[in-house]
């Protein structure tokens, strides 16, 4: 096999990579890709599992993982997708064939090149109305255990039954996206390739749940130069950027009790006492676990690839970084509403940053940038639905030659 | 009040004088002193942590005197290098990201090596490495911490005197196996000892006066604290399980042969703080904490109450909920203690609770809230308010633990060369690099046809790129991996099939 493979490519000089059609212009034959995204191995068993240098840490069973501090494993990662299966996801996240009205994808608000968000203070979707939250990033959610602003689903699956069928994001009913998806040929050929087992005929819901976790699971960004420095190579980061580190880590500005290394968030739910000037008050988490002392408490975000996320916060309020690094020192509970009685967490305090060191955080969370294993965006989507601008440059060259 | 002082005035003479005596005297000041024979195991039973892996020292012995910087040193310091600091006073901030780092300062003729932030700066020593020992040094006026640790394991802590650093004085976070002994603190507006997230680990021998809390163990488990001198603190020495943080426990602490008096001082904690909560004259208090053991304490003088054992409901802590972390104090075990003189001048909750008990004499030991499995021994011996649901104890002592710490090191994150090949071509590589298709750069395989057993070859081109191929954008040079990993990573580069 192997040895076809490479005469085929010597050879014929020519390669095939994933997810082209072999006869675009009929639109069939489209193959999945059987090699895993980067940042993966594929096992024996054809099944995408989590390489990262992180993991070499695992061996240290000192702390728990992913709690702070620069060497430290990962929390628990969810992989294990088999290639077909991300690949597959990824026509789906972008396709807008699963909205309502064919005009709306998860990509409209996950967009690659912001970051995985939208550049909206607040989301738009199929109904033209702006969201109540801002779009997060999508970067790194592979080990993230509860998923929205408030932490409402414990899972990605139950994560996207949100957008999917709100009336205001993609808009379409259970029946009508099985209806959509299984007239598609094409589709229900890719989905049988992904899914060799399948009982039925049939898509079924379960199995487009599966492939869109599978992708989102494949967003991985761990080589920023702050993970160089992190590994051990002190030169990959500035003096001034070093010194960001240092404030940020300090118990003076205390972000790393929240924001810990290395996914930069601890994964819990914080009241931190933003207000929202212009609309109603957010409880936050408190309508979700029904516990009014979780009033305004928000799942704390990652900062990794944060500098391509503005504007900030969970309603977007603040456009640059240093806007939203700021409001942490402007006094404890400086905003809260005078009608609210919220339990601020007590990392909040009175830091008393000075702009410098406001512009060391922000040059420090510059160094958490790492885009080197964004994917690509399909060329052609299953759907026929034409991508009105392409939403990536880099692009894998679909066939090209080797010398 | 006096006898007491002068017994623990003794004690810590006694215990620091063997120390001392080992470390300094008898040496001269000229021969660069390694790190304490204590630490190489000749006569250290298990409890003298000899197998922490902390200061070994096999490198270089930096030197340094004033007018020099600390972190330079540690810049260029390799593991088991040694930094002697020289009396004089230095204002930086120290942080060390590299494994088995020591610090040590040398003390002349009474004089310290003093770490002095002028109020302007954070935090006086930061580290991330696993085996850091920080010992002889006096740090002060830091807005922070004195000494923080972040997911550094073995760690030694120990000798230093630190006065009004802010926030915390030391302060080992998410660390496994380590040891914080014989240092003295004060003016610390948090915790002056504040074990966070931690597991094994023992704080011996340790002054700790004029803080809102002396020593506080908060969601770690294993935790020895015995032979400290709490004293004149707010409150002297807390275990707690604080909602809200990654880690969901704190269990099995044994607070045991400790002084904690007249822990009265007006709480100055900042506004929002847990400890802000606690009422002055808190001796001991265990909040959500499970199977804490509380054992030969001296325990006087404390005007709200000499332990308080409390749910995270009753502890007046406004801090949000959080259903992953249970809030109840279970199988706390009060065995005999020493305790006289507490609770003359309560807060008015518990004035109300002595009404109820139509008590006139002062609490000693207060429990409130829910929790189960609690006991403890003789509780006819003081003023008790809520231990009448406890049961007698079977336990009599905790001889048997003699320490936390672990008997042989937290294993040094390490890999096998193989693996850490695969985990940088998959991690790194396979960005720009794929088995068989083109990426931003050319396959694996072509690759592999180039440098066919010829791994070195790899190796040079990766630390210092050169554009080859017309139809692809140079590669950045990869030099920040270790020499070591760049060339696992060619070896695995060549070794892959798929």
Not at chain 1, 170 to 182: H, P, S, V
Request: proline share 5%; aromatic share 8%; glycine share 10%.
């Amino acid at each position: 096999m192997k040895r076809i493979l490479i005469m085929l490519l010597l050879g014929i000089g020519v390669i095939l990579t994933c997810g082209i059609f072999l006869k675009p212009q009929k639109m069939t034959g489209l193959k999945l890709c059987s090699t895993c995204p980067p940042g993966f191995e594929l096992t024996d068993s054809n099944q995408c599992k989590l390489r990262s240098l992180y993991q070499l840490y695992e061996s240290g069973k000192g702390n728990e993982p992913g709690v702070g501090g620069l060497r430290t494993a990962l929390p628990e990662v969810r992989d294990g997708f088999t290639p077909q299966q991300i690949d597959l996801g990824r026509y789906l996240f972008f396709d807008p064939v699963l909205s309502g009205n064919q005009t709306v994808s998860c990509a409209s608000c996950h967009q690659p090149d912001k970051g995985f968000s939208d550049g909206l203070k607040t989301s738009v979707g199929i109904s033209h109305k702006p969201l109540k939250r801002a779009a997060p990033s999508l970067w790194n959610v592979a080990f993230l255990k509860k998923f929205f602003w408030d932490a409402r689903a414990k899972t990605l699956e139950e994560q996207m039954t949100g957008p999917l069928y709100s009336a205001d994001e993609m808009g379409t009913t259970r029946e009508q996206l099985l209806k959509t998806l299984n007239g598609i040929g094409l589709y229900r050929d890719l989905f049988s390739q992904a899914f060799p087992d399948k009982k039925s005929d049939d898509i079924v819901l379960n199995e487009v749940y599966l492939a869109i976790a599978a992708f989102e699971s494949s967003l991985i960004s761990l080589n920023s130069r702050y993970d160089q420095y992190a590994h051990g190579y002190h030169e990959a980061l500035t003096k001034n950027e070093i010194e960001g580190l240092n404030v940020f880590r300090s118990f003076v500005a205390r972000c790393a009790e929240c924001h810990t290394p290395p996914l930069f968030t601890n994964q819990q739910v914080a009241v931190i006492g933003l207000a929202e000037p212009d609309r109603s008050f957010d409880s936050g988490a408190a309508r979700v676990f029904h516990d009014s002392t979780l009033r305004g408490a928000f799942k704390v975000p990652s900062l990794r690839n944060a500098a391509l996320t503005a504007p900030y916060s969970h309603s977007g309020r603040f456009e640059k970084l240093e806007d939203m690094i700021s409001f942490y020192t402007k006094g404890r509970g400086h905003e809260v509403p005078a009608t609210e009685e919220l339990h601020i967490h007590w990392h909040i305090w009175e830091p008393g940053l000075s702009s410098h060191e406001i512009s060391l955080l922000s040059d420090f969370i510059k160094t958490l940038s790492d885009e080197s294993f964004k994917p690509q965006v399909p060329e052609i989507l299953p759907s026929g639905i034409r991508l009105k601008n392409k939403l990536s440059t880099r692009l894998v060259s679909s066939v090209s030659n080797i010398k | 009040m006096k006898l007491f002082l002068k017994v623990v005035v003794a004690l810590v003479l006694f215990g620091g004088g063997i120390y001392l005596g080992k470390v300094f005297f008898g040496r001269s000041k000229n021969i660069p002193a390694p790190v304490p024979s204590y630490f190489n195991g000749d006569g250290a039973s298990a409890s003298d942590s000899a197998a922490m892996g902390a200061g070994t020292v096999t490198g270089k012995i930096f030197e340094i005197k004033p007018g020099h910087s600390i972190q330079a040193a540690v810049g260029q310091a390799n593991p088991g290098d040694l930094i002697r600091i020289y009396p004089g006073v230095y204002h930086e901030t120290v942080y060390i990201d590299k494994d088995n780092i020591s610090l040590q300062g040398v003390i002349e003729n009474g004089e310290w090596p003093i770490l002095d932030g002028e109020k302007k700066m954070n935090d006086a020593i930061l580290y991330s490495g696993n085996g850091t020992l920080i010992e002889n040094i006096k740090i002060t006026n830091y807005k922070g911490n004195g000494i923080m640790g972040q997911a550094g394991n073995n760690y030694v802590i120990r000798n230093n005197w630190i006065v009004d650093t802010g926030v915390y004085g030391i302060f080992p976070q998410f660390g496994k196996n380590g040891l914080v002994e014989r240092n003295i603190l004060t003016g610390i507006e948090d915790a002056a000892i504040y074990i966070g997230m931690c597991d094994n680990v023992d704080v011996r021998f340790n002054e700790v006066y004029g803080n809102v809390a002396g020593i506080e163990i908060e969601n770690s488990r294993h935790a020895l604290v015995e032979y400290n001198y709490t004293h004149n603190n707010t409150g002297g020495i807390l275990a707690f399980l604080t909602p809200g943080l990654p880690i969901k426990t704190c269990f099995d602490v044994i607070i045991r042969n400790n002084y904690v008096l007249n822990n009265n001082t007006k709480n100055f904690g900042a506004v929002g703080s847990t400890v802000s909560h606690i009422p002055k004259g808190t001796g001991v208090l265990i909040m959500a904490a499970d199977d804490v053991t509380i054992e030969n304490n001296i325990i006087m003088g404390n005007e709200n109450s000499g332990i308080t054992i409390t749910d995270y409901t009753n502890a007046g802590v406004n801090h949000a909920n959080d259903p992953e972390s249970e809030p109840n104090a279970d199988r706390i075990t009060l065995l005999d203690n020493f305790m006289d003189k507490n609770g003359s001048d309560p807060i008015d909750e518990i004035k109300l609770l002595m009404k109820m008990k139509l008590s006139k004499k002062g609490l000693d030991i207060i429990a409130v809230g829910g929790g189960e499995g609690s006991c403890i021994l003789n509780p006819d011996r003081y003023v008790t308010f809520g231990v009448d649901k406890y049961l007698t104890c079977k336990a009599s002592d905790t001889h048997a633990v003699k320490t936390y710490l672990l008997a042989k090191p937290v294993a040094p994150r390490q890999t096998t060369v193989a693996e850490k090949g695969k985990m940088t071509y998959y991690g790194v590589c396979s960005g720009c690099h794929a088995y068989n298709t083109r990426l931003v750069g050319p396959p694996v395989v072509m690759v592999q046809a180039v440098y066919k057993s010829n791994p070195k070859g790899i190796v040079d081109f990766i630390t210092n790129p050169v554009h080859k191929r017309e139809d692809y954008p140079e590669m950045p040079p990869q030099n920040y991996l270790s020499p070591e990993t760049r060339q696992a990573v060619a070896e695995y580069m060549l070794s892959i099939t798929k």
